[in-house]
């Protein structure tokens, strides 16, 4: 059976899945990765919405994005056409919030770096 992993997403967080786990295809690792986000977000459906789990085949390749705003089944939660909007602006919406946490890391990187380069000068002998 092919093995799967699943990488949660949780705003500037990832966890990735260390030890995979074997299902039929990727219909059957689609649905356990729904049956996932439901218990994640239950009782906290509206910090979790933006989240999503990332399903990878055995090279970590991604086979599908299980977002969770796409399986919240609180009723009467939104509106029809509020949750249709909402459905087609995740996707964007969670790429667009994982590359600024990428920048912001990149940020403090490049900061550590500059400090680190600055006090490297200030002990450089003269001359």
Known sequence: MPLYYFILKAGCHTYPDREGQEFPDDAAARAHAHAV?????????????????????????????????????TPGRFDSDFRSVTKTTAPSAAALRESMCEIDAEMNNLRQMIGQMASMMSHRPPG
């Open 37 to 73: 986000a439901r218990e994640l977000m239950r009782n906290r459906e509206s910090s979790t919405a933006h989240w999503r789990i990332q399903v990878c085949d055995d090279y970590l390749q991604p086979r599908y994005d299980c977002l969770f705003v796409d399986v919240d089944r």
